[in-house]
């Protein structure tokens, strides 16, 4: 099989990361990679706004009690768009639970991203009309699962590339290193993007690895790794629209590490400050996605204060629908529990369906 070799396997891609825009909105460029024009860049702006509208609306249900739970990707904007907005309509999404704004930004209904958070027992929306795999929840299972769709897509003689996220902590998974090395062995069309966002819970990323990198991961399977600003949109479209389009023309997998941070606990169960300072992660605050592509538009004129207030409009707009959506209790089927655990239900599944049925009959009587 020929490789592609056209990827960047200088040795220090793992270790340097691409950066286009500074913290402070500068352009200070790459030998290597280029900036998008304006338009996809402002596209990537409205994006991470209304991904944040969504996070924060998110996070607000959670606390009135219509989610159960929302891990938040607040921080981690460049990355969830322009993870979203590199692949093309034919290409697949393959998320974790942080990843509902990439999800969104792909274009499902932000109502149908959120509802498998309040307790609905599947994962609400289809995942073959929007080419986006269910979010997952048990660490990088989903990597080996887009190797497999893209490993088939290739037998089938399609040009799909699969991109799949995982995070830092999901690096020390065996699925990983199995999905890295198939993928690099059978040549699979696949994208890998770890965002490392500094912890898995709260166990710290000097816990979990001490390789140079996460991207120098790939060394160890022949997979050219990238390590790349992980909160410069600009850097992070350039180096994953060349991956994807080099995964399309044949040349393989490429992991990609995105160097960011979680700004927010890690789910509504957690309380950070048990194991990072407020000075750390104000640090990052200083270093956010949008406000730096945000600086940037505005020193080029490619923003202007009537477009900022269009898409703040948008944006609570967007955040009304998902309350209005999500503040409805859903029909609840309770019989659904017992429809498809098996094709052929067993005895004691009938049994306990029909308890369930004559206990809430019974409950229905006494009202
Ligand atoms: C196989 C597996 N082991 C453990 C867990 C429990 N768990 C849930 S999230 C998490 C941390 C994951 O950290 P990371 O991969 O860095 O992703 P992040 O949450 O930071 O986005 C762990 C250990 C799990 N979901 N699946
Ligand atoms: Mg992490």
Same mark, same amino acid.
């Given at each position: 099989?020929?490789?592609?070799?056209?990827?960047?396997?200088?040795?220090?891609?793992?270790?340097?990361?691409?950066?286009?825009?500074?913290?402070?909105?500068?352009?200070?460029?790459?030998?290597?990679y280029?900036?998008?024009?304006?338009?996809?860049?402002?596209?990537?702006?409205?994006?991470?706004?209304?991904?944040?509208?969504?996070?924060?609306?998110?996070?607000?249900?959670?606390?009135?009690?219509?989610?159960?739970?929302?891990?938040?990707?607040?921080?981690?904007?460049?990355?969830?768009?322009?993870?979203?907005?590199?692949?093309?309509?034919?290409?697949?999404?393959?998320?974790?639970?942080?990843?509902?704004?990439?999800?969104?930004?792909?274009?499902?209904?932000?109502?149908?991203?959120?509802?498998?958070?309040? @307790?609905?027992?599947?994962?609400?929306?289809? %995942?073959?009309?929007?080419?986006?795999? %269910?979010?997952?929840? %048990?660490?990088?299972?989903?990597?080996?699962?887009?190797?497999?769709?893209?490993?088939?897509?290739?037998?089938?003689?399609?040009d799909?590339?699969?991109?799949?996220?995982c995070?830092?902590?999901?690096?020390?998974?065996?699925?990983?290193?199995?999905?890295?090395?198939?993928?690099?062995?059978?040549?699979?069309?696949?994208?890998?993007?770890?965002?490392?966002n500094?912890?898995?819970?709260?166990?710290?990323l000097?816990?979990?690895?001490?390789?140079?990198?996460?991207?120098?991961? @790939?060394?160890?399977?022949?997979?050219?790794?990238?390590?790349?600003?992980?909160?410069?949109?600009?850097?992070?479209?350039?180096v994953?629209?060349?991956?994807?389009?080099?995964?399309?023309?044949?040349?393989?997998?490429?992991?990609?590490?995105?160097?960011?941070?979680?700004?927010?606990?890690?789910?509504n169960?957690?309380?950070?400050?048990?194991?990072r300072?407020?000075?750390?992660?104000?640090?990052?605050?200083?270093?956010?996605?949008?406000?730096?592509?945000?600086?940037?538009?505005?020193?080029?004129?490619?923003?202007?204060?009537?477009?900022?207030?269009?898409?703040?409009?948008?944006?609570?707009?967007?955040?009304?629908?998902?309350?209005?959506?999500?503040?409805?209790? %859903?029909?609840?089927?309770?019989?659904?529990?017992?429809?498809?655990?098996?094709?052929s239900?067993?005895?004691?599944?009938?049994?306990?369906?029909?308890?369930?049925r004559?206990?809430?009959?019974?409950?229905?009587?006494?009202?």
């Amino acid at each position: 099989m020929s490789v592609d070799t056209s990827a960047d396997r200088s040795a220090d891609a793992a270790v340097d990361p691409v950066r286009l825009l500074d913290a402070e909105g500068r352009l200070v460029g790459h030998e290597r990679y280029g900036l998008l024009p304006l338009p996809d860049l402002l596209e990537r702006y409205q994006a991470m706004v209304l991904g944040r509208r969504l996070d924060d609306q998110a996070g607000a249900l959670v606390r009135q009690g219509r989610l159960a739970v929302y891990p938040s990707s607040h921080g981690q904007e460049a990355c969830q768009v322009a993870a979203a907005l590199a692949l093309r309509p034919g290409d697949w999404l393959f998320p974790t639970y942080r990843d509902s704004v990439a999800v969104a930004t792909r274009g499902v209904d932000p109502v149908d991203v959120l509802a498998w958070l309040r @307790g609905d027992w599947h994962s609400v929306y289809d %995942p073959v009309t929007h080419h986006v795999a %269910p979010q997952t929840t %048990p660490l990088a299972t989903q990597l080996l699962h887009a190797v497999g769709v893209a490993h088939a897509a290739r037998l089938k003689g399609e040009d799909t590339v699969v991109l799949a996220l995982c995070g830092d902590g999901a690096t020390s998974e065996g699925d990983f290193h199995e999905a890295l090395n198939f993928a690099a062995v059978f040549g699979a069309p696949v994208v890998f993007l770890v965002q490392n966002n500094k912890y898995a819970i709260s166990v710290p990323l000097s816990r979990q690895s001490v390789a140079p990198s996460l991207a120098s991961k @790939g060394v160890g399977y022949g997979v050219p790794g990238i390590l790349v600003d992980g909160n410069d949109v600009a850097a992070l479209s350039a180096v994953l629209g060349e991956a994807v389009s080099r995964a399309a023309s044949g040349g393989g997998p490429t992991l990609v590490e995105a160097d960011t941070y979680r700004i927010q606990a890690h789910t509504n169960a957690d309380d950070p400050t048990r194991y990072r300072t407020e000075a750390e992660v104000h640090e990052w605050v200083l270093r956010d996605p949008i406000s730096r592509l945000r600086t940037y538009l505005r020193a080029q004129g490619a923003l202007d204060d009537s477009t900022e207030e269009e898409l703040a409009a948008r944006a609570e707009e967007l955040a009304a629908t998902v309350r209005a959506g999500l503040n409805r209790t %859903p029909p609840s089927e309770p019989d659904e529990l017992f429809t498809h655990v098996y094709a052929s239900p067993t005895p004691q599944l009938l049994a306990q369906r029909d308890l369930l049925r004559a206990e809430l009959a019974a409950e229905e009587g006494d009202r």
